[in-house]
Structure formats: C-alpha cells, structure tokens
C-alpha cells in the first residue's frame, strides 16, 4: 500500500544521510517494487503512442529552402514538477 511505500522512501533517505548507503538502497530498492506494483506501466503503449505521433508528423510543417537559411525550431520539455518551489 501507498504507506509502506512512504515509509521505504523515508527510511531509504534516512539511511542515506547516515551514510548506510546499502541500506538505504534496499529500502528504495523495495519501495519502487511497490510501486510499480500498484501502478502497472507498460512502455509498449507509450511507445506505440510514440510511434503514431512520429507517422501522423512525417512531413515537414513547413518548407525550408536552402537560400532562407531559416527552419522551425521547437524546444519540448516535460512539465515542471514543483520541487523548486518546495525548497
């Protein structure tokens, strides 16, 4: 369940600042095998979506001559998690 996930977590970094690092690793180690327990990812959907998304853009959005010297640039990134704000 989702508390003796919190609690591996929390020990894992208590363990840590100890310097007990094999310790700390076991504690991480068995609270990520909860969680991927509970939630159950499967990559093949992400990257069949992937895959559809890299048909469905195949041609360029738009045409770049090479005279123009100028193309489309795009800067993708994953959304921000809010740590930052926390420290």
């Known amino acids: 369940d989702s508390d003796s996930e919190l609690v591996g977590f929390a020990l ?3 363990y840590e600042r ?3 690092l094999p310790t700390a690793f076991s504690h991480y ?5 909860a ?6 990812y499967d990559a093949s959907q992400d990257i069949a979506f992937m895959q559809s998304l890299k048909e469905a853009f195949s041609a360029p959005l ?4 090479e005279e ?6 795009f800067i993708i990134g994953m959304p921000r998690s809010g ?3 926390v420290e």
């Open 12 to 14: 894992g970094a208590i």
């Open 18 to 20: 100890e310097g007990d």
């Open 29 to 33: 180690a068995r609270a990520n095998a």
């Open 35 to 40: 969680v991927q327990q509970r939630t159950r």
């Open 62 to 65: 738009a045409p770049v001559t």
């Open 68 to 73: 123009e010297g100028i193309a489309p640039l």
């Open 83 to 85: 740590t930052s704000l």
